[in-house]
């Protein structure tokens, strides 16, 4: 696992998707209705986002402020000046969103934050793709190889406007998304309406001692004792067809290296964030800060801020049924 | 007036000239060098006309030089519409069969598909496609499917009747055709991947090669290479060549190698052409080429030791129990068409990989040289994946080369060593440092379309023979960087002949540089593949790379 420690930089997610997949209504929809996080955004062209002049506090030729504490900025040639110019903004955003061009590969701008003057301000949340089930059959051979690929590197595959496609084609397009990368993770949708819990999670709530998980190492609060696991399915939302659920574990072992490393490498692709602070037997006197996001995990430790080894893990799956088995090894670890 | 044009000077200048291996300055006048040397004493050829060119702290060496390449060849087999299905990007076997069907589902009725890059021994869950499977993928659509090392090519039904192939269809010299059960051809490998290639790339049209090969051509001179060679040049595709130096000035010159067929003689007038003249060739046929054997990597070799018996070789490549392949040619035809040859006064470079195949090839090279001692040198071995150390000895008695395709090593490295013939085989897999140190003049190869010009690959390769997976497969084979220099400048201009003209940095050859962002006398071997290639000089003329910013080349060929 990458041992970078990505605690303290600000999350970037890049939306990804062919030309009309709902880029622009996803951005849309979190811009004006933020839910108390707030959003900087980089689009082509924010015009298209057509924004009620009610929200806008501040216009400028290449950025708008919202009232509710967003600002979206004109994407330039040079994406990590763009998204740097973000930092500099006061207070400086919780989350940045970036469109991606319709035609291009969405790699090119996450290694934008991998390395280079942006890499130190910003680590990469997810890659998102919508693909757009009412037109993907038929888009010609090129644009298909094109729409293929971005999904094939995305964390979360948004097959959008389902409301508007019949079940076979999207039984079609779901078939041919995963021809080409099996362990694609595909969620259907319509009107780019997603979870929140999936941008912005409300780890806190789920599990409220995961503070720490963010923070500089700080005294141990004394847990409740709890069973080892916490189930808290979330509610879904009335309009997103996408539905999500979190579960927790907890234990005062110190958990097995290998076990929890086979673990999480087998874990399916319905687990799309995982976070926790764990103890190993062989990390004695150290605590491993344990992220994931779609394709993507860290493990880094530091110093055990003091003697216990409670280690905590909070997950979230997305699907109608995410069961409890999609975490059974995970089960394992903890029950040792 | 001093009738220098140029002077270079401001970086390491290495010069491949073992009499001066680092010079300060270089001198060009037209499309040559003039002299090397002291800044100081260049400096006093000067005029108030001559160019001064600062290198900027870049590293100026001789042009790269790949003795064996195809860069027509890639242009004919790559581009649209040909899919690209290789593993490097469609790891897995059912992912190329999704991306076969996704082709053929956006086709016209009747349109011809062809796709490149099935691998028996990248690709996960590879198996041999039978035609019924291709049949059912493809019911409206000529479909073929031609192999990562493009030994091989499978088609489906619809294929036959739109390249004219049925039951009783021969395959020429040279090539197999496998029959279905029901015995209708449905594999062809070696020649026979002809009898479709051919009409294939007839049927693409001359305006897409022209375009195509300038196109490759660029991805050379990209590379910093400023010579190639087409080795294996059908003399239909000739034109192909003249057409183009016609009208527009090729990046890299090209050496050609006929190739050769039992039912016709090599072509007796050699064109030579250039750009001005004879004074700066771009494009010249200098000898012939044939396929001794065939891949290892299709099991076509003819090998003492038998392929191991694997689930690699016995499922995915579909070989028999204790394979040790075959030759492509009767010996009988094979000593003939090297006699032949040799005695019309030409150079022969032949394919082989198998230790077996060798053996019979250097029979063959022994008795032609010895009957024919006038024929252009030196004759070469084309890859030599397996040669043994003993014939490494005797093909250097004999004046005879070998030009090595060590990126075998980088892509598929583990699947040679834990799928086909065992670690201590493939510690000796293409063996160049052994040959090196036994003082042949080897040059090194990437052997276009089946992987892209990369120099810089090849001296990785040579320098710590570490795959693309981080193995080292046969450290005894390493070299130091001045041997694997040799093999991409010097060497390899030898083998083509050419050690007169280019290949060093020296008064009198073609001024032919490649601009390097570090100096590889002192770049660490693990790195090479991280040196930037800055461009490229040809015949005094500067190229800059495509799709890279000018920047890069900031005070370079500027007056």
């Keep these: ?336 | 007036m001093t009738g220098i044009d140029a002077v270079y000077t401001g970086g390491a200048i290495v010069t491949m000239n073992p009499g001066e291996p680092l010079a300060e300055a270089v001198a060009v006048a037209g499309t040559r060098i003039v002299a090397t040397g002291t800044q100081r004493d260049i400096m006093k050829l000067a005029g108030s006309d001559t160019r001064r060119v600062d290198l900027a702290g870049a590293t100026l060496m001789p042009g790269f030089i790949e003795a064996h390449g195809h860069p027509l060849m890639s242009a004919l087999a790559w581009g649209e519409p040909v899919v690209d299905i290789r593993a490097i990007h469609t790891p897995t076997f059912d992912a190329a069969i999704e991306k076969i069907r996704r082709r053929v589902r956006k086709a016209a009725p009747g349109e011809v598909l062809w796709f490149i890059g099935l691998d028996p021994q990248l690709h996960v869950g590879m198996r041999e496609p039978a035609r019924a499977e291709l049949d059912a993928l493809a019911p409206d659509n000529p479909l073929v499917v031609q192999t990562s090392n493009f030994h091989a090519l499978f088609i489906n039904s619809r294929a036959l009747s739109a390249f004219g192939i049925d039951r009783d269809t021969q395959a020429p010299k040279g090539g197999q055709i496998f029959h279905d059960a029901d015995g209708l051809p449905w594999k062809f490998q070696e020649s026979a991947t002809l009898l479709l290639r051919e009409k294939f790339y007839q049927m693409r049209g001359p305006v897409r090669a022209r375009e195509a090969l300038i196109d490759w051509l660029w991805k050379f001179a990209d590379a910093g290479y400023t010579t190639s060679s087409e080795i294996g040049l059908m003399p239909e595709w000739t034109p192909h060549y003249t057409a183009l130096l016609a009208d527009a000035p090729m990046p890299i010159r090209v050496v050609g190698y006929e190739r050769l067929r039992l039912d016709r003689m090599p072509v007796a007038q050699a064109p030579i052409i250039g750009k001005g003249g004879t004074d700066d060739v771009r494009f010249a046929l200098r000898g012939v080429k044939l396929w001794g054997d065939g891949s290892p990597f299709v099991g076509n070799i003819w090998v003492t030791r038998p392929y191991l018996n694997t689930e690699l070789t016995l499922q995915r490549m579909g070989l028999g129990m204790d394979n040790v392949g075959h030759m492509n040619w009767s010996v009988e035809d094979l000593r003939t068409l090297v006699m032949r040859s040799a005695a019309a006064g030409w150079q022969v470079a032949t394919h082989v990989q198998g230790d077996r195949t060798i053996d019979i090839v250097l029979d063959c090279y022994e008795a032609a040289l010895a009957a024919y001692p006038d024929a252009a040198r030196p004759f070469r071995l084309e890859h030599c994946a397996l040669i043994r150390a003993d014939q490494i000895v005797r093909a250097h008695s004999l004046g005879v080369v070998c030009s090595f395709f060590l990126p075998h090593l980088y892509h598929w490295g583990e699947a040679l060593r834990d799928g086909m013939f065992g670690a201590d085989v493939v510690e000796q897999y293409m063996p160049s440092g052994t040959a090196t140190r036994a003082g042949m003049r080897v040059s090194y190869h990437c052997d276009s379309p089946m992987t892209w010009p990369d120099a810089l690959l090849c001296l990785h390769l040579a320098l710590t023979r570490r795959t693309r997976l981080g193995a080292v497969i046969g450290a005894d084979q390493r070299v130091g960087v001045e041997e694997a220099l040799r093999a991409i400048t010097i060497d390899a201009a030898w083998q083509l002949q050419m050690s007169d003209q280019i290949g060093s940095i020296e008064a009198g050859k073609q001024a032919d540089f490649v601009l390097l962002g570090a100096n590889p006398l002192t770049h660490d071997p693990e790195r090479f593949l991280d040196i930037p290639i800055l461009g490229t000089v040809l015949g005094g003329e500067r190229l800059v790379p495509r799709e890279r910013p000018e920047g890069r080349l900031d005070g370079v060929g500027q007056p």
């Design chain 1, 1 to 336: 696992m990458d041992s970078t420690t990505r605690v303290d930089r600000i999350p970037v997610t890049i939306i990804s998707g062919f030309l009309g997949a709902g880029k622009t209504t996803l951005l849309r929809r979190l811009l004006i209705d933020p839910q108390g996080v707030r959003y900087g955004v980089l689009v082509n062209d924010f015009g298209a986002l057509n924004i009620d002049a009610d929200l806008v506090v501040d216009l400028q030729p290449d950025r708008i402020a919202l009232s509710n504490g967003c600002i979206c900025c004109s994407l330039r040639e040079d994406m990590a000046a763009a998204a740097i110019s973000l930092v500099r903004s006061s207070p400086a955003p919780d989350h940045v969103l970036i469109e991606s061009s319709g035609v291009s590969n969405p790699m090119a701008i996450a290694e934008t934050f991998f390395s280079g003057p942006a890499a130190q301000f910003f680590q990469v949340d997810s890659i998102w793709c919508l693909v757009d089930a009412e037109n993907f059959l038929q888009l010609d051979y090129a644009a298909t190889e094109l729409a293929i690929e971005q999904a094939a590197v995305a964390d979360l595959v948004l097959l959008n406007r389902c409301d508007l496609a019949e079940e076979a084609t999207l039984a079609d397009i779901t078939r041919t998304l995963l021809g080409a990368l099996p362990a694609m993770r595909v969620s259907r949708t319509r009107f780019a309406e997603i979870p929140r819990e999936l941008l912005a999670p409300d780890f806190d709530r789920a599990a409220p001692w995961l503070d720490r998980v963010r923070s500089a190492p700080s005294p141990v609060h004394p847990v409740p004792s709890s069973p080892t696991r916490l189930d808290q399915p979330t509610t879904p939302r009335a309009e997103a067809a996408l539905r999500v659920s979190s579960r927790a574990w907890h234990t005062r072992s110190p958990l097995d290296r290998a076990s929890f490393e086979a673990a999480v490498t087998g874990l399916p692709a319905s687990v799309y964030r995982a976070k926790g602070i764990l103890y190993f037997v062989d990390e004695p006197g150290r605590c491993g800060v344990f992220h994931l996001v779609g394709k993507r995990r860290t493990l880094a430790f530091k110093p055990s801020p003091g003697p216990a080894t409670d280690s905590r893990l909070v997950s979230i799956s997305i699907g109608e049924a995410a069961l409890p088995h999609d975490t059974q090894a995970i089960d394992l670890v903890f029950s040792r």
